[in-house]
């Protein structure tokens, strides 16, 4: 990985077409990849219209393989094309392509460290209604735990769009957790000014508590800031975009120059990102810490904001959790 | 003609037994390993390298050249056996077969010269080959991928995507060798979970399909001589093999798909599988 930054907008009209869904903004980076780069290739999982990718599919029809329903021959197909030097973009469902054809995963990409990047639609509880054959809120964790393996979790469609070009740098395999088929409020600079992967954006600067958040948990966590500010509070925020690697430096900074720390993510409390900065500042600075995020069991049935506001992704209990740990 | 061709298929057979022998050289240095479809696999093995595949196994990483997967990665003592004589890796590494920090272990490690996947949890290769081949289609590339499968692999649901999706694609450019030798790890493939009506199976799914004798070293080179088996199909050659073979002690018996090997047993394996079987000397 190297310092370059996202290069300018070739297509001026990338943010319009995503409409604030990451998911369409992975599809649109794909065809600007492909666009640049006659190596890649995207595949499908009979996933085309939940990436957006119909009208690339029409341009360049040799560069979208469709492989149907079966994840595991899917992400097999990409490692043995990277190891021609292709650069294979493999779209899937989050709970279908991290836990279905994981061993695929472990062994022909990660452990064969083939350059394949992963973009995981429906990361979180997106398909809340769907019942928990639907809910990736173990992927991170599964994700996490393989060698090589880069691990992104966009904060919106303008950080997803970056991320997923700069995956260009990357050697080795990589997965994007991406959202579903609703907007998603965009708090990241349009331009992507200062988006590095692996290096944490600072949205709020603050002295008493940090909050550490990802995804969809990363504009509560700046509402939160904004809001107790005026108690006179200072929560900084950062949006740990990069599960791994960690950025260690901001995590440990944090640690020594805020009192406490709350993390946030969509995703059970363990081994996720919250597990990820704990087991660091155990070691490193242990520091008083609450960790936001889903509980062991297999999560209700409902309306995503609902279900969400169920287990407490919320501002509040951001808030909570900070003031708690300030008392 | 006839006479080069014969003394073609004399020196593939030579090759094999040298491959046998140092399978039994290799788990006799580890202590125990993957006898039985080592074995099985050395003549295709040999074919392949020593006939059909385009190689340079100074230049391992050449982007023109043939690619082999060995999905059923418990051979490896076999591939690791054939890469040594091919020389992609040196004679030595054969006696660190599990050593530590060895590339050669139970199953092939992609970092270890000519060997293209890591492969051992059953199933991957033929998907991994098929991306391969998809590869060199993309690229207009001409090198030909071929995957060698277990029997008892196949039991493994991700073959048939694999065999669904190669077959839709029609990738002429991918071969898959089946090492029928009929035995897995607990018994007879027939008697735990049947693949019959193989050859049918493969043919359903849109391979063109050819059976051979495994161990004749003629039908095996007239087999891969006349790949693709057909112009717009991958191909699947049905090798029926033996379990073990070339050792009485060792063959078709479960017994030894993995076994453990001792100074004795080593003793008695090489004596059958003496070099002058074929008046050769060394």
Not at chain 1, 9 to 30: H, K, T
């Amino acid at each position: 990985m190297n310092d370059v930054q996202s290069p300018g907008l070739v297509r001026p009209d990338w943010e319009r077409l995503a409409q604030n869904q990451s998911r369409l903004a992975f599809g649109l980076a794909v065809a600007e990849l492909a666009r640049r780069d006659g190596k890649v290739v995207a595949i499908s999982a009979d996933t085309i219209d939940l990436f957006g990718l119909r009208g690339f599919l029409e341009a360049k029809p040799d560069r979208l393989i469709e492989a149907g329903i079966a994840e595991q021959n899917a992400m097999g197909i990409a490692s043995g094309l990277a190891t021609t030097g292709m650069r294979p973009i493999l779209c899937g469902y989050a709970p279908f392509i991290t836990a279905r054809s994981l061993e695929q995963l472990r062994n022909d990409v990660a452990y064969a460290n083939q350059r394949v990047v992963i973009g995981a639609a429906c990361g979180g509880i997106v398909l809340a209604m769907a019942g928990g054959t639907h809910h990736a809120v173990e992927d991170l964790a599964i994700m996490r735990n393989m060698p090589n393996m880069t691990v992104i979790v966009p904060a919106d469609a303008r950080q997803t769009w970056h991320a997923a070009l700069q995956t260009e740098q990357l050697a080795g395999p990589s997965y994007i957790r991406l959202g579903g088929k609703f907007e998603e409020p965009p708090v990241t600079d349009i331009a992507g000014k200062g988006f590095r992967i692996g290096r944490a954006d600072l949205m709020r600067p603050g002295g008493d508590v940090t909050v550490i958040a990802c995804g969809c948990l990363v504009a509560p966590a700046i509402a939160t800031s904004d809001a107790l500010a005026g108690a006179g509070i200072g929560v900084r925020v950062l949006n740990m975009h990069t599960i791994k690697p960690l950025d260690r430096e901001a995590v440990l900074a944090a640690a020594a120059e805020t009192d406490a720390i709350v993390t946030a993510e969509e995703h059970r409390i363990s081994g996720g990102l919250g597990g990820a900065v704990a087991e660091f500042l155990a070691q490193e600075r242990p520091t008083a810490m609450r960790m936001i995020g889903m509980p062991d069991e297999f999560s209700i049935v409902g309306p995503t904001a609902r279900v969400r506001e169920h287990y407490g992704l919320s501002q509040q209990a951001i808030m909570d959790a900070c003031r708690a740990l300030l008392a | 003609m006839k006479r080069n061709f014969q003394a073609k298929i004399e020196g593939l057979q030579q090759d094999a037994l040298h491959i046998r022998r140092n399978v039994w050289r290799a788990l006799h240095a580890a202590g125990s390993g993957h006898m039985g479809g080592s074995s099985s696999s050395a003549d295709l093995l040999a074919a392949l390298y020593f006939h059909h595949l385009r190689l340079r196994p100074n230049e391992p990483d050449w982007p023109g050249r043939d690619r082999f997967v060995l999905s059923k990665g418990h051979a490896n003592a076999a591939l690791g056996a054939t890469l040594a004589r091919a020389g992609f890796i040196e004679d030595v590494v054969l006696d660190q077969f599990y050593a530590y920090r060895s590339t050669f272990g139970m199953h092939p490690d992609i970092k270890m010269p000519g060997v293209e996947m890591s492969t051992g949890g059953l199933g991957h290769g033929l998907s991994v080959g098929l991306g391969m081949a998809l590869g060199a289609r993309l690229q207009n590339l001409d090198f030909r991928t071929c995957v060698m499968l277990g029997d008892g692999e196949l039991q493994e649901g991700s073959n048939w995507e694999g065999a669904m999706a190669a077959a839709h694609l029609g990738l002429a450019n991918l071969t898959a060798i089946l090492d029928y030798n009929k035995v897995q790890q607990s018994g007879h493939v027939g008697e735990m979970l049947t693949l019959e009506p193989v050859a049918e199976k493969w043919t359903a799914f849109g391979w063109a399909v050819r059976e051979i004798d495994g161990h004749d070293m003629a039908a095996i080179v007239e087999a891969l001589d006349a790949l693709p088996l057909a112009p717009d199909k991958p191909s699947m050659i049905i090798a029926h093999t033996i379990k073990g073979k070339g050792v009485s002690f060792a063959e078709d018996t479960y017994l030894w798909h993995n076994n453990m090997v001792t100074d004795e047993v080593y003793e008695n394996a090489l004596r059958e599988l003496a070099l002058d079987g074929l008046g050769a000397t060394e």
